[in-house]
C-alpha cells in the first residue's frame, strides 16, 4: 500500500515535471537562440551556443530595434490605461454596485456588454480623426482604457458586492462627502482587486499591437511588442537576433508577473469564482 | 440614507462617456455603413440594403468558412481548455514536489503576447527546420511529421493546439481557486464513505466546481469568438483561406477597401456577440445579483 | 495602499515627462514599405541626409504579406505616413491608390525628368508624375539556374513545358530538389501567372484588351486555364519540393548557395545577392532562362516596381520631397546600383548599370519581348495577394484550377463595378 502510494506520487510529480517542461521549451529555445550567431540560430534548434555567447546580438537589438524608446512608449500606454482603468472604472463600479436603481443596473449591462464586442477599424479611425486622437499619446492610452473599462468594471463591480454597507452608512453619519467616502472609506478596501486590474491591465496593454499599427502613425511612438513585429519585418533571416528582441520584450511583463503573481490569481478568484 | 446622493450617477459618468465615445459609437456608425456600397473604390456611398448580408452568406465567397471556422474555434479550444485546465488544476492542488513552481510555469504562456508565441511557433512548426519535426525525426517517428501550419488539412488544428497550449495555464490557475474554495469537510465524508478517487472527484469535486466551470466557459466562449491575434501571428488566415476566422476576414476587407463587406462581416459577429454576450453576462452576474 | 499610490504616482510622472519631451523634438518624416524594399544602403544614404539636413527619416518596414493591407487602410482613413512605398501601374494608381488624391504630384522636382520614360509612364496620371521608382525595373523575373548542376548532369535550357518537367524529372532522381518556391511570402509563387501574361497574350491575341473591356474572362480562356493547371501539376510532381508550403523568400540564397535546389523564379540581381551572402558561391554560376510554361519564350518585361510616393495629406511634405530629391541625386542612385547586390540598373538616366556579361547574354537571348500581365490587365495587380491565396487553396486540393480562375475573375468584376468602371456597368 505505501509503495504504491509512493510510486503514485513519484508518477505525478514526473507528470508535472513534463508538462512544465512542455511549457518551458519554447521559452528556452529563444534563449538559447539569442545567444548564437545568424547562421547557428538559423535552424532554431535546441543545440547550446557555441564559440561563447554572443551578447553583441543584444546590444546590436537595442540599438537597431529602437528598443529605449518603444520601452518607454510600452511603459507610458501600460501605466497611463491602468491609471485610468483604475480609477475611473472603480468610480463607476462602486455606485453602480452600490446604487442598483434602474438606470444604474442598465447602465452596467450596457458596459459590460462590451466585454464581447468587436472592434470596428475604419469607422473607429473615424472618430478617432474627429476627436483629434489620432496618431496621439494620450489617444492610443484613452483607446486601451476604453477597450478594457469593461471587463475592468465587471472585476470591481463583483468585488464592491463583498464590501459591508454599514461601513457606508457609519461614514455618512460622520459626515463624509460621496467622494470622501470612496477616497478614503471605500477604496482602500478595494485594493485587492485593483491590484488585480492593475495588473491585468498592464499586461494587456503590453502584450497588444493591433492598435498601434492603426492609430499611431509614426515609429517614434510605437510599443515595444509592435517593434518586435517591425523587427520581424527587417530581420526574417536573422532568427538570433528576432530571439533576442523577444526576450528582452517579453522580460517586462514576466517580471511584472512574477511580482504581481499572488495579486492575479487572487482577484481572478474574486472576480471569477463564486463562493 | 440617501443613495441617490451617496451614491451619485456622474461618478460613472468618465468611464460611461469614453466607453460610449471610443467604442459603442465606432460599433453603432460601422452597422449603418453595412448597409452600403463603401469601398475604397467609390466615390459616394449608395444605400444597398441588405446585399452585403447576401454576398456574406452566399456560396461564391469564402465567409460562410469564416464563421464555421469561428465556431469551431470557439468550441474546441473552450472544450480542451476546460478539460486540460481541471486536470492540471486537479494534480497541482496534489501534494507534490515545486507546486508553486509548476503553477508559475504553467501560467507563464498566458501572460505572453500572442504576436510573440506566434512567432516563436512559426519556427518551431517549420516542417523542415522546426524543433517539432527534428524531434520526431530524431526518435524515430518520421511518420508523425507533419507540415503543420502549411497544409490546410491540419494548419487549423495546430493553430488551436498552440493556442490551447497558451490559454490553458490561465484557465487552470481559475479552476486551482475553485478547488481549493471546496470545504474540505466534503472530502472526509467521502473518505469515511470509503469513496475511490474517480467517485471522489465524479460527485463532490465536479459537482463544487460547476460554477466556476461556468465562469471558464464563458471566458473561454467570449475569447474564442474574438480570436484574432493568435490566427494572424501562426497563419494569417492561411493557406489559402484553411484557418481564416471571422476577425482575419474583417481585418482583410478592411485591408482590400471592401469597407462595406467588412463592416457587414463585422456587424454580423456584433449582433451574435451581443446575443451570445447577453446571455454569457447573465450567467456571469446570476449568482451575484441574488447575494444582493 | 501605498503600492498603489506609488505606482499611479509613476504612471503619473511619466506622462509629464512625455508631454514635455514630445513638444520639443525635430523634424521627422515617416517612410511606410514592405520588408525588402528599404535597403541598408537607402538607410546609409538616409543617415546622410539627415547630417546635412536635420531631417530624420523614420524606416517603418512591415512584413510583405500584411503591407498592402496596412497601406490601404491607412490611406483610406485619410491617415498615412509621410512618404509611402507602392507598386506602380498605370491602372492600379488610380483605381487602388487614387494618387491624384492621395499623393503629391512629383513632375515639377528637378528629378523627375531624369526617371526613365517607360518607368514614368507607370507612375503617372494625365502626364503628372506621382512616383519614384525605388528598384531596378530593367531586370525580368526568369528562372535563375545553378550552372554546376545543370552541366553535372548534362542539361541544357528548356524552351518548352515538356523540357522543363523532363528536366526537373532528372534533377530529382540525382537527389536534389528542382525548384525552390516560397509560398509562406504569398507573392512569389504568383509570379508564374500574370508573368506569364506574355504567352496568354501570345496564345490569344487581343486578350488583355478584351479582358480590360470585361468581354471575356480568365475562366474563358483555355490558356489560362493550361497555365495555372501547369503551376500545379509541377507541385504535384514533386519539383517544388516537400517544403515549399513553408519556405521563405529570405532563405532563397541560401537554399541555392547550399545546392539543395537547382532552380528559382528570381530577378537578376539574385546572381549577386547570393555571392554577397555566401562569398564561396561565384555570380557566374547562375544562368538565366524565360519561364517557359506554356512554351513560352517570351522575355516577360515589366516597367513597374514598387515606388515612393509623396502622402498628400502630409505636414512635412517639403521635407519628403526633400528627401526624394536627396535619393534622387546621381552620385546616391549610383551609391545604390553599386551597394545593393540585387540591382544591376535604376530607371534613371545618367547612371552606371552593372550587368555581367552573363546577363547581358540572357536578355540577347530572347529578342522578343512582351508586357506581363499584371501591368497590362487591369484589376489585377492589387488582387496580387489574393491570387496568392486562390493559388494555395489549389496547391492544397482544396480548389480546382476552373476556381482559381473564376475567382479572380469576380474579384476583378467587384472591384471594377466598385470603381464605377464604364465597362462592367
Known amino acids: 500500500m505505501k509503495t504504491r502510494k509512493r510510486l503514485r506520487s513519484l508518477g505525478v510529480n514526473m507528470i508535472a515535471c513534463l508538462l512544465s517542461l512542455i511549457m518551458l521549451i519554447p521559452i528556452v529555445l529563444i534563449l538559447l537562440n539569442s545567444f548564437k550567431t545568424s547562421q547557428a540560430a538559423s535552424d532554431m534548434s535546441l543545440a547550446l551556443p557555441v564559440g561563447g555567447l554572443h551578447f553583441e546580438n543584444y546590444t546590436l537589438v537595442i540599438q537597431k530595434g529602437k528598443l529605449g524608446v518603444t520601452f518607454f512608449n510600452s511603459l507610458l500606454y501600460s501605466s497611463g490605461s491602468v491609471l485610468l482603468c483604475v480609477i475611473l472604472s472603480a468610480l463607476a463600479a462602486y455606485v453602480l454596485s452600490r446604487n442598483r436603481s434602474r438606470l444604474h443596473r442598465f447602465i452596467y449591462v450596457f458596459i459590460v456588454l462590451g466585454i464581447t464586442m468587436p472592434i470596428n477599424f475604419v469607422s473607429l479611425m473615424k472618430v478617432m480623426q474627429l476627436t483629434l486622437l489620432q496618431n496621439t499619446r494620450i489617444g492610443i492610452i484613452l483607446l486601451y482604457t476604453a477597450i478594457q473599462l469593461p471587463f475592468d468594471v465587471f472585476l470591481i463591480y463583483s468585488f464592491v458586492g463583498k464590501i459591508p454597507r454599514d461601513i457606508d452608512e457609519a461614514a455618512v453619519i460622520d459626515g463624509c462627502t460621496p467622494l470622501r467616502l470612496f477616497y478614503s472609506v471605500v477604496l482602500p478596501l478595494l485594493k485587492p482587486v485593483l491590484v488585480t486590474v492593475m495588473v491585468l491591465t498592464f499586461l494587456n496593454t503590453w502584450n497588444e499591437f493591433v492598435l498601434p499599427l492603426y492609430f499611431l502613425g509614426s515609429s517614434s511612438m510605437w510599443p515595444m511588442t509592435l517593434a518586435v513585429y517591425n523587427f520581424f519585418g527587417m530581420y526574417v533571416t536573422d532568427w538570433n537576433l528576432v530571439s533576442a528582441d523577444i526576450v528582452l520584450t517579453v522580460l517586462p511583463v514576466v517580471i511584472v508577473y512574477l511580482l504581481g503573481q499572488k495579486h492575479i490569481v487572487a482577484g481572478m478568484t474574486a472576480g471569477a469564482v463564486k463562493s | ?292 | 495602499m501605498n503600492f498603489l499610490k506609488k505606482t499611479l504616482g509613476v504612471a503619473l510622472t511619466l506622462i509629464l515627462c512625455f508631454v514635455i519631451a514630445g513638444a520639443s523634438a525635430g523634424t521627422t518624416i515617416t517612410y511606410m514599405a514592405s520588408s525588402d524594399w528599404v535597403m541598408d544602403a537607402e538607410m546609409d544614404l538616409g543617415a546622410k541626409f539627415f547630417e546635412e539636413t536635420g531631417i530624420t527619416v523614420d524606416y517603418q518596414i512591415v512584413p510583405a504579406d500584411q503591407y498592402i493591407n496596412l497601406l490601404m487602410t491607412k490611406l483610406n482613413a485619410g491617415e498615412c505616413t509621410d512618404i509611402f512605398g507602392s507598386q506602380g501601374g498605370r491602372f492600379d494608381i488610380v483605381t487602388q491608390l487614387n494618387v491624384e488624391k492621395n499623393a503629391l504630384p512629383l513632375s515639377g522636382e528637378a528629378w523627375a525628368s531624369n526617371v526613365d520614360p517607360l518607368a514614368a509612364a507607370e507612375l503617372s496620371v494625365n502626364g503628372v508624375l506621382y512616383g519614384q521608382p525605388i528598384q531596378d525595373v530593367s531586370a525580368v523575373w526568369a528562372v535563375a539556374y545553378n550552372k554546376q548542376i545543370f552541366s553535372d548532369l548534362s542539361l541544357s535550357v528548356p524552351t518548352t513545358y515538356a523540357e522543363l518537367k523532363t528536366i526537373c524529372q532528372t534533377i530529382l532522381d540525382s537527389g536534389i530538389t528542382p525548384i525552390y518556391e516560397c509560398v509562406s511570402d504569398g507573392w512569389h509563387h504568383v509570379l508564374w501567372f500574370p508573368e506569364m501574361g506574355v504567352a496568354l497574350e501570345k496564345a490569344e491575341p487581343g486578350l488583355a484588351d478584351k479582358l480590360n473591356r470585361n468581354e471575356t474572362t480568365f475562366a474563358q480562356s483555355t490558356a489560362a486555364l493550361t497555365l495555372v493547371s501547369q503551376i500545379k501539376e509541377m507541385a504535384d510532381l514533386g519539383y517544388w519540393g516537400d517544403n515549399y508550403m513553408a519556405n521563405t523568400y529570405a532563405d532563397a540564397t541560401k537554399n541555392i548557395a547550399s545546392g539543395e535546389f537547382a532552380m528559382f523564379v528570381a530577378n537578376q540581381g539574385f546572381p549577386s545577392e547570393i555571392h554577397v551572402a555566401y562569398p564561396d558561391f561565384p555570380a557566374e554560376n547562375i544562368g538565366y532562362f524565360v519561364i517557359p510554361l506554356l512554351d513560352n519564350q517570351i522575355l516577360n518585361m515589366n516597367p513597374v516596381g514598387p515606388s515612393r510616393f509623396v502622402y498628400s495629406g502630409s505636414a512635412n511634405a517639403d521635407a519628403a520631397k526633400q528627401y526624394l530629391a536627396f535619393i534622387a541625386q546621381p552620385e546616391n542612385l549610383q551609391y545604390l546600383v553599386d551597394n545593393v547586390p540585387k540591382y544591376n540598373a535604376l530607371p534613371y538616366s545618367g547612371l552606371q548599370n552593372r550587368y555581367s556579361d552573363e546577363i547581358k547574354a540572357f536578355y540577347d537571348a530572347y529578342p522578343v519581348h512582351g508586357t506581363v500581365y499584371q501591368t497590362l490587365v487591369k484589376y489585377l495587380n492589387p488582387q496580387w495577394m489574393e491570387i496568392g491565396k486562390e493559388l494555395t487553396a489549389m496547391l492544397q486540393g482544396d480548389e480546382t484550377a476552373e476556381q482559381v480562375l473564376a475567382n479572380i475573375d469576380r474579384n476583378r468584376a467587384d472591384q471594377a463595378k466598385a470603381a464605377g468602371d464604364a465597362y462592367w456597368q
Open chain 2, 1 to 292: 440614507m440617501n443613495e441617490r446622493k451617496v451614491y451619485p450617477t456622474y461618478f460613472a459618468a468618465g468611464a460611461l462617456f469614453l466607453y460610449v465615445i471610443l467604442y459603442v459609437f465606432p460599433g453603432i456608425i460601422g452597422i449603418g455603413y453595412a448597409f452600403t456600397d463603401w469601398s475604397v473604390y467609390s466615390k459616394e456611398l449608395h444605400y444597398i440594403g441588405f446585399d452585403n448580408f447576401a454576398t456574406v452568406f452566399s456560396s461564391n465567397y469564402n465567409y460562410t468558412r469564416y464563421i464555421t471556422n469561428t465556431l469551431t474555434f470557439t468550441v474546441v479550444t473552450t472544450v480542451m481548455k476546460n478539460i486540460l485546465g481541471i486536470g492540471l488544476a486537479l494534480m497541482l492542488t496534489k501534494r507534490i514536489r515545486f507546486l508553486n513552481f509548476h503553477r508559475a510555469v504553467m501560467y507563464v504562456p498566458s501572460v505572453l503576447s500572442a504576436l510573440i508565441v506566434g512567432m516563436i511557433f512559426r519556427s518551431i512548426l517549420n516542417p523542415k527546420v522546426g524543433l517539432l519535426n527534428v524531434t520526431l525525426r530524431a526518435v524515430g517517428l518520421d511518420g508523425l511529421t507533419m507540415q503543420w501550419l502549411t497544409d490546410s488539412k491540419i494548419a487549423f488544428r495546430s493553430v488551436m493546439a498552440v493556442d490551447i497550449w497558451k490559454g490553458m495555464g490561465y484557465i487552470m490557475t481559475i479552476f486551482i481557486a475553485g478547488i481549493m474554495s471546496i470545504s474540505p469537510m466534503y472530502f472526509e465524508a467521502a473518505d469515511i464513505d470509503g469513496a475511490n478517487s474517480w467517485q471522489r472527484f465524479r460527485y463532490i469535486t465536479l459537482p463544487m466546481l460547476s460554477p466556476t466551470l461556468a465562469v471558464t466557459t464563458v471566458l473561454n466562449v467570449i475569447y474564442g469568438l474574438k480570436v484574432f491575434d493568435m490566427v494572424y501571428a501562426l497563419t494569417n488566415g492561411g493557406p489559402g483561406y484553411a484557418t481564416e476566422v471571422l476577425y482575419t476576414g474583417v481585418y482583410k476587407e478592411f485591408g482590400l477597401g471592401r469597407y462595406a463587406i467588412g463592416t457587414a462581416l463585422s456587424s454580423i459577429m456584433f449582433v451574435f456577440m451581443l446575443v451570445v454576450g447577453y446571455f454569457m453576462i447573465r450567467l456571469l452576474t446570476r449568482n451575484e445579483e441574488s447575494l444582493a
